[in-house]
């Protein structure tokens, strides 16, 4: 299992269930549908072949609605334009068809906040503009890098502080429309402050969703307000395109890389977007610069790894998504998880939930545990333990789909569904037998696991547990605190201790003061009869060796051969090398 979470974006190279299904199979975590591209029909189709294909599939594959977000955009141009350095260019915000010299943008307020001296990009930062002077409603401007312009391409500006609303008309529909066809997560574009966060949440619970707000960092004030935003959101995205259009372009990598530092402090998932496998919208293979690129990402720590024009509208969108699920494997192998664990416990908060989700990572790594598995409600359980960054893989099980398909987007969880318990023992033997069946763990697996009591009560992890995977055969009276496994031997008749081999379990009706001689040879004892002042509770005392007492019919129950593990401090007998 990938512990990095790989997120495709959905379009023309998706029309079908065959091909999101290959997507799936690929690697695909969580598919993202951009709202900036398509119409309503297009985004519930997509939807549709999202929960077709999973379906399908077997997987619990979530749904990431990515909003337009407020944008300045060019108005209506009655034909391309072309820029020519050093000319004059006005921009007004009356509406108009615009020709010549003269463009038009969607801000009215647009030459109130601007001033002299600030830098106008156009087009994602292909075309750029200084502001020489304001005439009125005017902006009169010069060209800095000229080329060609077309109607409704976006506008930045990089030096000025913009008052646009939090959300526009078509932000509003649009997740109204994701609540209603039950998407997961909810990305928030252009995001500048919490207060922008708290809008889109107050549009989610005023029509019952519970949709998970991912807030896209995408310019300099959404950096500069970082931890309000993360506070108020339940994960970022470095959305680094706009990123370096809005700030200089050798700056994003910092800002990266603090994004996703801040992000793995707070617990919560941080997305890696934009230009990872650029090459590959055309090319079969990436670029080294690219394989880079994702390395450093992961060992950065980020969660998540975004494609977007790479398998919306690329040649190759499947071959993309295997690369990085090869890529996040090896980085992974590589990462030096002691000095990760280390730097965790420098910043564990001292309260009860981050003492023992440390505590369940620190006894995985010591004792090399096969998985760290949590029992969890809302997610919480998983993403306290996901904060630490384990070697073992974190297998999450929930009552709650909502909560299986949220938690595809944290790093080293790999949710399974799990139906409620009514006792803590019986919730943890599900979530065992679960992970059993997923074959994430098999039989002598060596596991840790840690819950919340009382059970389904969010944000009450606090029991950590110990557990050796093995199938209970049966259980009966032990004796000693040891634990011994070996082949069965069924003594019914004195010559059954005949080529006697060495390391078995022998089981008896009882034993007798004549099989002494024989039964110092054995690594265990199974009686029928019952007793702890038996004739073998007494022997087994003796000889320092596991017993376990009263199992009737244990003489039918086993087969000569049978590899078998017994408990003298439980009772237990259990099928393989392994009791608990």
Same mark, same amino acid.
């Given at each position: 299992m990938n512990k990095?979470?790989?997120?495709?974006?959905?379009?023309?190279?998706?029309?079908?269930?065959?091909?999101?299904?290959? $997507?799936?199979?690929?690697?695909?975590?969580v598919a993202r549908i951009n709202l900036s591209h398509g119409d309503r029909q297009t985004h519930e189709r997509l939807i549709d072949l999202v929960k077709k294909a999973r379906r399908r599939a077997g997987t619990d594959t979530a749904i990431l609605l990515d909003t337009r977000g407020p944008e300045i955009r060019v108005g209506d141009l009655k034909a391309d334009m072309i820029l020519e350095d050093g000319q004059e260019l006005t921009i007004t915000s009356a509406p108009a068809t615009c020709s010549?010299?003269?463009?038009?943008?969607?801000?009215?307020?647009?030459?109130?906040?601007?001033?002299?001296?600030?830098?106008?990009? &156009?087009?994602?930062?292909?075309?750029? &503009? #200084?502001?020489?002077?304001?005439?009125?409603?005017d902006v009169i401007t010069r060209v800095v890098a000229g080329g060609r312009l077309m109607s409704r391409k976006r506008v930045s500006l990089p030096d000025t502080v913009v008052n646009l609303p939090s959300l526009t008309t078509e932000d509003i529909d649009d997740i109204i429309f994701g609540i209603a066809r039950?998407?997961? $997560?909810?990305?928030?574009?252009?995001?500048?402050?919490?207060?922008?966060?708290?809008?889109v949440r107050r549009i989610i619970e005023e029509h019952g969703g519970r949709q998970a707000i991912i807030a896209k960092i995408e310019n300099r004030q959404g950096v500069d307000n970082l931890d309000e935003i993360l506070e108020a959101a339940e994960g970022l995205m470095v959305a680094r395109g706009d990123l370096g259009v809005e700030m200089p372009a050798e700056e994003v990598p910092i800002i990266q890389k603090r994004i996703i530092h801040r992000a793995n402090l707070a617990g919560k998932p941080v997305i890696t977007a934009t230009q990872m496998l650029e090459s590959m919208i055309t090319s079969p293979t990436p670029t080294r610069a690219e394989a880079n690129d994702v390395t450093n990402a992961i060992f950065d720590g980020t969660d998540a790894v975004m494609l977007s024009a790479e398998? !919306?509208?690329?040649?190759?969108?499947?071959?993309?998504?295997? $690369?990085?699920?090869?890529?996040?494997?090896?980085?992974?192998?590589?990462?030096?998880?002691?000095?990760?664990?280390?730097?965790?416990?420098?910043? =564990? =908060?001292?309260?009860?939930?981050?003492?023992?989700?440390? !505590?369940?990572?620190?006894?995985?790594?010591? &004792?090399?545990?096969?998985?760290?598995? #949590?029992?969890?409600?809302?997610?919480?359980?998983a993403r306290m333990v996901a904060r630490h960054r384990p070697? !073992?893989?974190?297998?999450?099980?929930?009552?709650?789909?909502?909560?299986?398909?949220?938690?595809?987007?944290?790093?080293?969880?790999?949710?399974?569904?799990?139906a409620s318990a009514s006792t803590m023992d019986e919730q943890l033997d599900r979530a065992i037998h679960i992970a059993t069946q997923a074959q994430f763990i098999v039989n002598g697996d060596l596991v840790v696991i840690t819950a919340g009591m009382p059970l389904q009560t969010?944000?009450?992890?606090?029991?950590?547990?110990?557990?050796?995977?093995?199938?209970?055969?049966?259980?009966?009276?032990?004796?000693?605190?040891?634990?011994?496994?070996?082949?069965?031997?069924i003594i019914e008749t004195d010559s059954d201790w005949d080529n006697l081999p060495e390391e078995v379990i022998v089981v008896v009706s009882s034993t007798k003061p004549a099989m002494l001689?024989? &039964?110092?040879?054995?690594?265990?004892?199974?009686?029928?009869?019952?007793?702890?002042?038996?004739?073998?509770?007494?022997?087994?005392?003796?000889?320092?060796?596991p017993v376990v007492c009263n199992i009737p019919d244990a003489t039918s129950i086993f087969e000569n051969g049978q590899l078998i593990t017994?408990?003298?401090?439980?009772?237990h007998i259990c099928y393989g090398s392994s009791c608990s």
């Amino acid at each position: 299992m990938n512990k990095t979470k790989i997120i495709a974006t959905l379009g023309p190279r998706s029309q079908t269930e065959d091909e999101v299904f290959a $997507f799936i199979n690929a690697g695909m975590n969580v598919a993202r549908i951009n709202l900036s591209h398509g119409d309503r029909q297009t985004h519930e189709r997509l939807i549709d072949l999202v929960k077709k294909a999973r379906r399908r599939a077997g997987t619990d594959t979530a749904i990431l609605l990515d909003t337009r977000g407020p944008e300045i955009r060019v108005g209506d141009l009655k034909a391309d334009m072309i820029l020519e350095d050093g000319q004059e260019l006005t921009i007004t915000s009356a509406p108009a068809t615009c020709s010549g010299p003269r463009i038009s943008v969607n801000y009215p307020e647009f030459a109130a906040q601007i001033q002299e001296g600030h830098t106008i990009l &156009l087009d994602d930062g292909k075309l750029a &503009l #200084t502001v020489i002077r304001i005439e009125g409603g005017d902006v009169i401007t010069r060209v800095v890098a000229g080329g060609r312009l077309m109607s409704r391409k976006r506008v930045s500006l990089p030096d000025t502080v913009v008052n646009l609303p939090s959300l526009t008309t078509e932000d509003i529909d649009d997740i109204i429309f994701g609540i209603a066809r039950n998407v997961d $997560f909810i990305a928030a574009s252009f995001v500048r402050s919490a207060d922008d966060v708290w809008e889109v949440r107050r549009i989610i619970e005023e029509h019952g969703g519970r949709q998970a707000i991912i807030a896209k960092i995408e310019n300099r004030q959404g950096v500069d307000n970082l931890d309000e935003i993360l506070e108020a959101a339940e994960g970022l995205m470095v959305a680094r395109g706009d990123l370096g259009v809005e700030m200089p372009a050798e700056e994003v990598p910092i800002i990266q890389k603090r994004i996703i530092h801040r992000a793995n402090l707070a617990g919560k998932p941080v997305i890696t977007a934009t230009q990872m496998l650029e090459s590959m919208i055309t090319s079969p293979t990436p670029t080294r610069a690219e394989a880079n690129d994702v390395t450093n990402a992961i060992f950065d720590g980020t969660d998540a790894v975004m494609l977007s024009a790479e398998t !919306a509208t690329g040649r190759y969108p499947v071959e993309a998504i295997r $690369f990085l699920t090869r890529c996040a494997r090896i980085s992974e192998q590589n990462l030096d998880y002691d000095a990760i664990l280390a730097a965790g416990l420098r910043h =564990r =908060r001292q309260v009860v939930t981050d003492s023992i989700s440390y !505590a369940c990572c620190a006894t995985a790594a010591d &004792l090399d545990a096969a998985a760290i598995i #949590t029992a969890t409600s809302s997610g919480s359980t998983a993403r306290m333990v996901a904060r630490h960054r384990p070697k !073992a893989p974190i297998i999450a099980v929930s009552p709650q789909l909502e909560t299986i398909r949220q938690l595809q987007l944290i790093r080293g969880v790999a949710p399974l569904y799990c139906a409620s318990a009514s006792t803590m023992d019986e919730q943890l033997d599900r979530a065992i037998h679960i992970a059993t069946q997923a074959q994430f763990i098999v039989n002598g697996d060596l596991v840790v696991i840690t819950a919340g009591m009382p059970l389904q009560t969010p944000g009450t992890t606090n029991m950590l547990k110990v557990h050796t995977v093995a199938d209970i055969c049966v259980s009966g009276q032990g004796i000693g605190s040891a634990t011994a496994h070996g082949l069965v031997r069924i003594i019914e008749t004195d010559s059954d201790w005949d080529n006697l081999p060495e390391e078995v379990i022998v089981v008896v009706s009882s034993t007798k003061p004549a099989m002494l001689e024989h &039964l110092g040879r054995v690594k265990g004892i199974i009686a029928e009869q019952p007793g702890l002042t038996s004739h073998a509770a007494i022997v087994g005392r003796e000889l320092g060796i596991p017993v376990v007492c009263n199992i009737p019919d244990a003489t039918s129950i086993f087969e000569n051969g049978q590899l078998i593990t017994i408990n003298g401090t439980t009772g237990h007998i259990c099928y393989g090398s392994s009791c608990s």
